[in-house]
């Protein structure tokens, strides 16, 4: 299950385009954990990329 954590690492910048909607979701997930939009973002990108389906 994915579970919003506080926490910090080394960070670099990267500009992304996202959609207005994914936006708003993302910013009303943050909002309502208390968190920056940035840790969502990044603990979203990591549990999707941990529980990608592999190929064989």
């Known amino acids: 299950m994915f579970e ?3 926490e910090s690492s080394d ?3 990267k500009s992304l385009r ?3 909607e994914l936006i708003e979701k993302v910013q009303s997930l ?3 954990y208390n968190m920056s ?3 969502v973002v990044i ?3 990591e549990y999707s990329l ?3 389906k592999k190929d064989d």
């Open 43 to 45: 603990q979203c990108i």
């Open 37 to 39: 939009f940035n840790k």
């Open 50 to 52: 941990d529980n990608m």
């Open 18 to 20: 996202l959609p207005k």
């Open 11 to 13: 960070y670099e910048n």
């Open 4 to 6: 919003l954590k506080k």
């Open 30 to 32: 943050a909002n309502e």
